[in-house]
């Protein structure tokens, strides 16, 4: 499986994400705090429905700082075998629901 960092970015996720869904990966936004991010698609912290998911899927968790879910990643990697975790580096409190990325040719 490719190397992925530990942490993303807001950028670096959504780079990502546009990315790895077009090349058929799915990528899901993981809440672990019950606290859904203002203009962005997450999903509540389930490990039964988040183990069921495809080889490959890439799972990136958030909490309210990221410094949790940073801690937190090897426990999620062992937990979730066959998927890709990341942490959202500054979890919900750094996202900015305004922030889009350019379009570029």
Not at 23 to 28: E, M, T, Y
Not at 38 to 63: H, I, S
Not at 78 to 103: A, I, M, N, Q
């Amino acid at each position: 499986m490719t190397e992925f960092k530990e942490e993303w970015t807001q950028e670096e996720y959504l780079r990502a994400e546009r990315e790895l869904r077009k090349s058929g990966r799915q990528v899901l936004l993981v809440d672990t705090v019950a606290k859904g991010i203002e203009g962005a698609d997450t999903v509540l912290y389930n490990p039964y429905e988040l183990q069921k998911l495809p080889e490959g899927t890439v799972l990136v968790f958030y909490c309210d700082t990221g410094k949790e879910t940073k801690e937190r990643l090897e426990e999620f990697r062992r937990r979730f075998p066959g998927k890709v975790c990341v942490s959202l580096r500054g979890g919900r409190g750094y996202w900015r629901k305004t922030f889009r990325l350019e379009d570029r040719p």
